[in-house]
């Protein structure tokens, strides 16, 4: 039975199904007329012998050598645009695929581990029908000239079906042991990239801890497990090379004999001798197809990377979505649960953010601010309970317009574009150069923007940005969405005060009426909000104005000393916190 890697291959290797059946034809003829050939020539040696003269089968015989060679250069060149168009199927369905997943489910795989196999993998398994043509046709010439064998003389055909059961089984137990070889390579492969990723990604770090030396060892602690299953590739491929060798000397040895006391006899003409050393060689060609058995081994080790990718469910899309009602971005959380490892980032959580208000996230690392601001645009899914938009639920509305509702900006933006300004219009494609203009003075990036070598069309390759410079050009790219509903993950966190003061003041006005979520970790952040959350293990502990809880201790300490400095202080109360439950 075909597994999924497998019929994921077959459709890759059939997306032009023009050129994959000239292909396929193209490797019949050649298969087909390469058969031909030996009886071809056999039957010009005997014209040639018995008559003085062969041009009778001579001609036949070159419009054969001409078809096979027509037929070897048209499978090469429809065999490339195969692999080419397979690739390019394979690699956008995984790269939409992966982006499809969203975050929560996009984490399963390390970004090094998918570049390996969108690169590497899928590279080799758009082979996959050029690679099995060239097992087929092998195989095919084999039996077509083990039949030719034995219609040349019965004695020939017997003698070497007598060798082809222990080769048989050579083969078979190779294939399965390279195929299991070739996936725990690529794995191990793959785990050396992942953790030479993340060393790249801490190389200050590492350098300025002096620990280059053992940060090179723990990156290449799978390296003696990568060696030892390449040389046990290779003693694999060796033990079944000299069987091969040592069982094809035997067996055309054997043919060879029988053929030998067929002519002797006078049973065999002398170009029927040659023809059955011509189909001795085919035949012996099935033990040559070795190499062809490990590379479709390496073939659908790498498709079952592949598809261990492809497997991981998408987010759901509805099948007749609900438009949004019209509103100013009413956000409502019922019940929702989210679990990541087992454990609820978010538990049966109970929240409503008045359309046109500021809400303020705030809580202790790993509470779920972040998770439930994702929530909000689809980032992540929950996995019980539902999130409303304007009194509809997000998972019933169709991605792109809900995330044309949501504007996001984060703590380390993703400035993705050729140029400063596609930069912050890439959310907003149609945006004006105008637009972009007045979203970047929202987020105070003008200035520095201006002073860039082309200004807006600064390439972004070329364009150094600090950690501030970085979150102002992701806060401009939001101000440029049309949306109802601001999400900043704790995006100023690299901003002076003062700076970020303005900033919230621009965005306020900008987005005056429509609601803002803000992940808060400074506390003059969540002072300049309407209402705070304040999350605990997953839970709202309280919804209140910040001035309120600044009161309680509890809530005091979820900030650091620099913060507290930066807030008046009142004074403390033991005054019982106003729950959810009780609004």
């Not at 078809?67 to 690699?91: D, I, K, P, Y």
């Not at 975050?103 to 690679?131: K, W």
């Not at 949004?324 to 109970?350: I, K, M, N, Q």
């Not at 149609?430 to 807006?456: C, K, M, N, S």
Request: one cysteine or more; glycine letters at 8%.
């Amino acid at each position: 039975m075909p597994t999924t890697a497998d019929r994921m291959l077959i459709r890759a290797a059939w997306q032009r199904p023009a050129w994959s059946a000239a292909f396929v034809m193209a490797c019949a003829v050649a298969a087909a007329t390469g058969l031909a050939l030996p009886s071809m020539l056999a039957a010009a040696t005997d014209a040639v012998m018995r008559h003085g003269g062969g041009s009778g089968a001579l001609i036949p015989l070159a419009a054969v050598m001409a078809a096979n060679a027509l037929g070897q250069v048209t499978a090469g060149l429809a065999g490339a645009r195969c692999v080419t168009v397979a690739q390019s199927w394979l690699r956008s369905g995984m790269v939409r695929h992966v982006l499809a997943l969203g975050a929560q489910r996009g984490r399963r795989f390390a970004a090094s581990d998918l570049t390996s196999r969108l690169l590497g993998d899928v590279g080799h398994a758009s082979c996959a029908l050029p690679v099995t043509a060239s097992l087929i046709s092998g195989l095919s010439t084999a039996v077509g000239a083990v039949v030719a064998l034995w219609l040349i003389d019965v004695r020939l055909g017997v003698a070497f079906v007598l060798g082809v059961p222990p080769a048989v089984l050579l083969l078979r137990r190779f294939l399965v042991g390279s195929t299991d070889l070739h996936g725990r390579y690529q794995r191990t492969f793959a785990s050396i990239a992942v953790r030479l990723s993340d060393a790249l990604t801490g190389v200050r770090t590492i350098r300025a801890a002096g620990t280059t030396n053992r940060e090179v060892e723990r990156v290449l602690v799978p390296l003696p497990d990568l060696a030892e299953t390449g040389q046990a590739t290779w003693r694999l491929q060796r033990k079944a090379i000299w069987k091969g060798m040592a069982l094809m000397p035997l067996i055309e040895a054997m043919v060879l004999a029988v053929a030998g006391l067929s002519v002797v006899h006078g049973d065999m003409s002398p170009g029927q001798l040659l023809a059955a050393v011509g189909y001795i060689a085919f035949a012996l060609s099935f033990f040559g197809q070795i190499d062809a058995f490990m590379e479709l081994a390496g073939v659908r080790a790498s498709a079952r990377r592949i598809s261990e990718v492809l497997s991981l469910p998408t987010q759901s899309r509805p099948a007749r979505p609900r438009s949004l009602s019209p509103g100013a971005g009413a956000v409502a959380f019922h019940s929702v649960t989210v679990t990541e490892s087992e454990r609820h980032v978010l538990d049966r959580l109970d929240l409503y953010v008045p359309a046109g208000a500021s809400l303020a996230l705030v809580g202790r690392s790993g509470s779920g601010k972040s998770t439930l601001a994702a929530l909000i645009g689809r980032l992540v899914d929950p996995d019980q309970g539902t999130v409303l938009l304007d009194g509809v639920d997000v998972t019933a509305m169709d991605l792109d317009e809900l995330r044309g509702q949501i504007a996001y900006a984060f703590e380390r933006p993703a400035l993705i574009g050729d140029t400063v300004a596609d930069a912050i219009a890439y959310a907003h494609p149609a945006a004006t150069r105008a637009h972009v203009e007045r979203a970047a003075g929202t987020a105070r990036a003008d200035t520095f923007i201006r002073r860039l070598p082309q200004g807006y069309d600064t390439p972004l390759s070329s364009t150094p940005l600090s950690g501030g410079e970085a979150q102002r050009l992701g806060l401009a790219r939001a101000a440029a969405q049309n949306a109802r509903v601001l999400v900043l993950d704790d995006a100023t966190s690299s901003l002076d005060t003062v700076t970020e003061a303005q900033v919230t003041r621009a965005l306020t006005g900008h987005f005056r009426g429509r609601t803002r979520v803000i992940v808060a970790h400074r506390a003059v952040t969540a002072a300049r909000a309407d209402l705070v959350a304040w999350l605990e293990d997953g839970r709202i502990r309280s919804v209140a104005p910040h001035e309120r809880l600044w009161q309680h201790p509890e809530y005091r300490a979820v900030f650091d000393m620099a913060d507290a400095l930066t807030t008046t202080d009142p004074v403390a109360t033991t005054e019982p916190l106003t729950t959810v439950e009780d609004r």
